[in-house]
């Protein structure tokens, strides 16, 4: 491999990372803003999960799914939702503490595919077209694992400056 390809190949993944969080983040950021306003001005409710939750119709947690939207928890869990988005977007944009931000994003990837895996092939509801099997969450999920096994932090990032200060403080002591 020539260093103009290495150089190419760490730069897609350091936008992969870039572009993963930034939808993490808008999402968690869009969670926390709401209500918001529809585009003909009305007032939107606020962001809950319950929508969703209520909706898993496939899945082998459809049932706890279920039974989470209808618990007293659900004010807990859209919190636990929103914060989560937010953190693992923010670690992702910014290159902090990045493997634990990519735990973090299969752990939500893992349960918003979980809640609704596309077993019918046909187009869902809401959704943006048809699906069997492999969705959107699926294809993100494969995108930070990537992310996660090339550790992206020792790229850029301020992992990067974090490793960096920590190397330097080793050497000083060991002076």
Known sequence: MNDKESRLQQVSLIVLRTLVGWHFLYEGFYKVIAPAWSREGVPLGRWTSAGYLKGAAAGPFAGLFHRLADSPWLDKIDLLV????????????LGLFTQAGCVGALFLLGMFYLSAIPTSGTAQTGAEGAYLIVNKNLIEAAAVLVVLAFRTGRIAGLDLLRTRRVAVRTEAVAS
Request: aromatic share 0%.
């Open 82 to 93: 929103m914060v989560g988005l937010l953190l693992v977007g923010l670690s992702l944009v």
